[in-house]
Structure formats: structure tokens, C-alpha cells
């Protein structure tokens, strides 16, 4: 019963967390696999624990647990895995849900007289504010490799946003200290960190609709704008005909060719890529026949051979009409995986 008591609250927790995401943007077997590599980093952290038993200062275990639980989740979003506000809490809570659900059963293991009201307090309250902080880190990592990629980019960077990714990792590690060394009254303890991550989760839901739908509006109109031009011949009367045009005498008339094709290809499986996107949002999704499927990896193929034949210097030339967001290569990927 006590295992219950101390596990069933967090699976409860990151069914709420999952069930929040309209888009499908995490899948199970991702979130089971994150909240597995927080498990790891329990039991990490329980072995550096152990090994350095008096040597370190109680007060830097929870910077040494977000460090090590921070590994997966600055993977996932440096490889563009976590491109919005949604899709990281989801993974961050994930990975703050594995490590509390080892952490209990060591409790439960090592103390065999801890009491229910103990139990349930790990399970209802202490598991909140590791799956809290984990959420916090991850948006704060999510953020920093944006402003990294904009910087590399050599575009505008927000100061704002630097201020808030170092300032959410300040709040993941200060927050996580003090629920670590202030103890009061349980029940207001809980009520307090329940009325806290619950405001977060409801802004973070809030303010990532707002975003997806510009995202979503914003680029579609552009790719539809594009792709429309080109399979009508008006390719020239747009923007982005007029920098291919004057760029031609560039390259030679095959590898020209070669990028008009290119650029058509992008532009087509880019749109295609939103539309699924919108389309999970709505519950319109169907899965995909072998025709279809088949189809789409054909044009993909088509797209990394003229990437290859194409070369280097007549990527570089065409990048700023074919670069796409850590979202749209996201909403890429999902696609191509999804056809393969």
C-alpha cells in the first residue's frame, strides 16, 4: 500500500502533464524513455551521494540533481527535439518524474518505519518539485539553445531572452534549496507548491497556444505563398524568385536548375510537414497509406540528392530562403519519421 501511495500520485502527475499537449509533440515512447533517464540520475545521484557522504554540503544536492537530470533534456534540446514551451515541460517532467519515482523506493527501501503520512507526502509534495524544477530547467534550456542558434545565425538576440533562460535556471536551483531546507506546516507546504507548479503548467499552456498558432499562421501563409508561386510559374514575381534570380549567373545552368528544384521539394514537404501538425491539433489525423508514405520519402530522397549534387557553396547561397526554426525542423523530422 505504501508503494501505491508513494508512486500512484506521479503517474498521475504526468498523465496531467501528457494530456495538456493538443499537438502530439511528445510521444510516449519518448516520455517513457526520459522518465527512465531520470531514474538514472536518481540512481546517480544516490551512488555520488554515498561516495561523498559527508564531504558534500546537503545544500548542493539539489543543484547536483538538476545538473545530472539537465543531461538528457539539453540533448534533446540542442538535437531541436524540445522547440516550444509545451514540449519541454513535458519532457522536463518526465525526467523530474522517473527520478522521484526511484528516489521514493529507495525511501521505501532503506526505511522501513516511514509512516503513511510520510509517504504520501513524497508522493503528492516532493515529487511536484522535482517534476517542477525538471519542467523549469528544461524551458530554460529550450530557450538558451534558441538564443544560441539566433546568435550563430547572426540574428537578433532578445536581451530579454538570456535574462529569463539564466533566470528560470536560477529559479529551478533556489526553489528546489529551499523546499530542501525550509520545512513548515505539510499541508500548507504542499498547498504552496500545488498552487505554484499548477500556475506555471497554466501558463505555460496558455502562453505555447499563442505561440504554435503564429507559428503555425505565420509560416504556413509564407510556405503556401511559396509553393503556390512555383507550381504556377510566378516564381519571379516573389521575394524569394527575385534572390534566386540574382544569383544565377552564380552557377552553372544545370546546378541552377538544380536549386529551383531544390527550393520547390522544401517548400512542398515544409507545407506538408504543417499541415499534419495542424491537423493532429484538430483530431484529424489519419495515418498515412503505403502510397502516400512512399511518395513523401521519394521526394525526401530527391531532396537530399540535389542537396548532395548541389555542393556546399550553393547551400550556403540559398540558406536564408531555405533555413528553417528549430520548430519547423522539428515539425519536419516528425513528418519524415512519421513516413518512414
Same mark, same amino acid.
Given at each position: 500500500?505504501?508503494?501505491?501511495?508513494?508512486?500512484?500520485?506521479?503517474?498521475?502527475?504526468?498523465?496531467?502533464?501528457?494530456?495538456?499537449?493538443?499537438?502530439?509533440?511528445?510521444?510516449?515512447?519518448?516520455?517513457?524513455?526520459?522518465?527512465?533517464?531520470?531514474?538514472?540520475?536518481?540512481?546517480?545521484?544516490?551512488?555520488?551521494?554515498?561516495?561523498?557522504?559527508?564531504?558534500?554540503?546537503?545544500?548542493?544536492?539539489?543543484?547536483?540533481?538538476?545538473?545530472?537530470?539537465?543531461?538528457?533534456?539539453?540533448?534533446?534540446?540542442?538535437?531541436?527535439?524540445?522547440?516550444?514551451?509545451?514540449?519541454?515541460?513535458?519532457?522536463?517532467?518526465?525526467?523530474?518524474?522517473? %527520478?522521484?519515482?526511484?528516489?521514493?523506493?529507495?525511501?521505501?527501501?532503506?526505511?522501513?518505519?516511514?509512516?503513511?503520512?510520510?509517504?504520501?507526502?513524497?508522493?503528492?509534495?516532493?515529487?511536484?518539485?522535482?517534476?517542477?524544477?525538471?519542467?523549469?530547467?528544461?524551458?530554460?534550456?529550450?530557450?538558451?539553445?534558441?538564443?544560441?542558434?539566433?546568435?550563430?545565425?547572426?540574428?537578433?538576440?532578445?536581451?530579454?531572452?538570456?535574462?529569463?533562460?539564466?533566470?528560470?535556471?536560477?529559479?529551478?536551483?533556489?526553489?528546489?534549496?529551499?523546499?530542501?531546507?525550509?520545512? %513548515?506546516?505539510?499541508?500548507?507546504? %504542499?498547498?504552496?507548491?500545488?498552487?505554484?507548479?499548477?500556475?506555471?503548467?497554466?501558463?505555460?499552456?496558455?502562453?505555447?497556444?499563442?505561440?504554435? #498558432?503564429?507559428?503555425?499562421?505565420?509560416?504556413?501563409?509564407?510556405?503556401?505563398?511559396?509553393?503556390?508561386?512555383?507550381?504556377?510559374?510566378?516564381?519571379?514575381?516573389?521575394?524569394?524568385?527575385?534572390?534566386?534570380?540574382?544569383?544565377?549567373?552564380? %552557377?552553372?545552368?544545370?546546378?541552377?536548375?538544380?536549386?529551383?528544384?531544390?527550393?520547390?521539394?522544401?517548400?512542398?514537404?515544409?507545407?506538408?510537414?504543417?499541415?499534419?501538425?495542424?491537423?493532429?491539433?484538430?483530431?484529424?489525423?489519419?495515418?498515412?497509406?503505403?502510397?502516400?508514405?512512399?511518395?513523401?520519402?521519394?521526394?525526401?530522397?530527391?531532396? #537530399?540528392?540535389?542537396?548532395?549534387?548541389?555542393?556546399?557553396?550553393?547551400?550556403?547561397?540559398?540558406?536564408?530562403?531555405?533555413?528553417?526554426?528549430?520548430?519547423?525542423?522539428?515539425?519536419?523530422?516528425?513528418?519524415?519519421?512519421?513516413?518512414?
Amino acid at each position: 500500500m505504501q508503494y501505491v501511495a508513494s508512486l500512484l500520485p506521479i503517474a498521475i502527475y504526468l498523465l496531467a502533464v501528457y494530456k495538456i499537449d493538443n499537438y502530439a509533440l511528445v510521444s510516449l515512447r519518448r516520455m517513457a524513455i526520459l522518465v527512465v533517464c531520470g531514474m538514472l540520475a536518481a540512481l546517480a545521484c544516490f551512488g555520488l551521494f554515498r561516495l561523498t557522504d559527508g564531504l558534500l554540503p546537503d545544500a548542493s544536492h539539489p543543484v547536483l540533481e538538476e545538473l545530472l537530470g539537465a543531461v538528457p533534456l539539453f540533448v534533446l534540446a540542442w538535437r531541436k527535439r524540445m522547440v516550444f514551451f509545451i514540449d519541454s515541460v513535458i519532457c522536463g517532467a518526465a525526467v523530474g518524474g522517473g %527520478f522521484s519515482i526511484l528516489e521514493n523506493i529507495f525511501y521505501l527501501v532503506l526505511d522501513n518505519e516511514m509512516g503513511m503520512g510520510t509517504v504520501l507526502f513524497r508522493g503528492l509534495e516532493v515529487a511536484l518539485i522535482h517534476i517542477g524544477c525538471s519542467a523549469v530547467v528544461a524551458v530554460a534550456l529550450m530557450l538558451g539553445v534558441r538564443v544560441v542558434e539566433r546568435r550563430r545565425s547572426q540574428l537578433e538576440v532578445k536581451p530579454a531572452n538570456v535574462v529569463v533562460t539564466i533566470a528560470l535556471l536560477l529559479v529551478a536551483v533556489v526553489v528546489h534549496m529551499g523546499h530542501n531546507l525550509l520545512h %513548515f506546516n505539510p499541508v500548507m507546504q %504542499f498547498t504552496v507548491v500545488f498552487a505554484v507548479m499548477g500556475g506555471l503548467l497554466a501558463w505555460t499552456y496558455l502562453y505555447d497556444v499563442d505561440m504554435i #498558432r503564429s507559428w503555425l499562421d505565420n509560416g504556413l501563409n509564407q510556405k503556401m505563398e511559396l509553393y503556390v508561386s512555383i507550381r504556377n510559374g510566378r516564381l519571379l514575381n516573389t521575394p524569394t524568385g527575385a534572390f534566386l534570380e540574382s544569383v544565377k549567373a552564380s %552557377f552553372p545552368p544545370l546546378v541552377y536548375f538544380d536549386i529551383i528544384c531544390y527550393v520547390s521539394l522544401h517548400a512542398e514537404l515544409s507545407v506538408a510537414a504543417k499541415v499534419r501538425f495542424l491537423m493532429r491539433e484538430y483530431g484529424l489525423l489519419t495515418p498515412l497509406d503505403d502510397k502516400a508514405r512512399s511518395k513523401v520519402m521519394a521526394k525526401y530522397k530527391e531532396l #537530399r540528392l540535389l542537396e548532395k549534387n548541389m555542393g556546399s557553396s550553393a547551400m550556403m547561397t540559398i540558406a536564408p530562403i531555405v533555413k528553417m526554426t528549430p520548430a519547423d525542423e522539428n515539425a519536419f523530422n516528425h513528418f519524415i519519421n512519421e513516413c518512414k
